[in-house]
């Protein structure tokens, strides 16, 4: 139980205790905007684990052999550093399977394509994604870690804006005072949210 334990206590840290939202507040703007209804709320969360999901480790495998210092010694270069590249390679990685999905969603759901607008094409800029590739580079994560982190980082993501997105819709009911309608609120519910996920912190499933 302990390898096991250990990798998912590292997922749910980074799914609740660590969320890429809610801890270090990257993905705020399509989180406030695409949150009014739980239907898009989790179309966009499906497609940012996606990305997040696959961009990670494919940025771990580009940065562990091109980028880094020495990476290229496989081809005769072991003095080459590409690390400052580490940016646009990232962006082209992630801007790819963003354009996948838009295909995808295009083609087989126009009308979730035309709720999202232009949130969905800037998924590829979505400090969240980029964030996370660039984490994984700075905590020089291993390739099962890129991975988990990946997928981690965008279901908790998706569960932040699937929640909100929630509560919203039963907001509408509610007798809001006149000077916390709307992002007000908003921020309030976020912040309220962001405390019933630390309640994940101290739990270890190693034992």
């Not at 990685?93 to 035309?114: D, P, R, T, W």
């Not at 981690?152 to 007798?175: D, H, P, T, V």
Request: with cysteine.
């Amino acid at each position: 139980m302990g390898d096991i334990g250990n990798h998912l206590n590292f997922i749910i840290e980074m799914i609740f205790v660590k969320n890429i939202l809610l801890s270090f507040f990257l993905g705020m703007c399509t989180y406030l905007a695409c949150s009014k209804q739980v239907s898009t709320a989790m179309d966009l969360g499906l497609a940012v684990i996606f990305v997040l999901t696959l961009a990670t480790p494919l940025n771990w495998a580009l940065g562990e052999f091109l980028l880094r210092d020495g990476a290229l010694a496989w081809a005769g270069l072991p003095g080459v550093d590409l690390s400052f590249l580490n940016f646009i390679a990232f962006i082209a990685v992630i801007a790819a399977f963003v354009q996948i999905i838009e295909m995808f969603i295009e083609k087989f759901s126009a009308g979730l394509y035309n709720k999202l607008g232009v949130y969905l094409p800037l998924i590829t800029v979505n400090c969240a994604i980029l964030g996370a590739s660039l984490f994984m580079w700075e905590r020089e994560y291993t390739l099962v870690q890129s991975v988990e982190f990946g997928f981690a980082s965008g279901l908790g993501w998706a569960i932040a804006i699937m929640a909100l997105a929630a509560i919203r819709q039963k907001l509408r009911y509610s007798n809001i005072p006149v000077g916390l309608r709307g992002l007000g609120i908003t921020m309030l519910v976020t912040g309220l949210i962001s405390m019933a996920f630390m309640a994940f912190a101290g739990m270890n499933l190693a034992q």
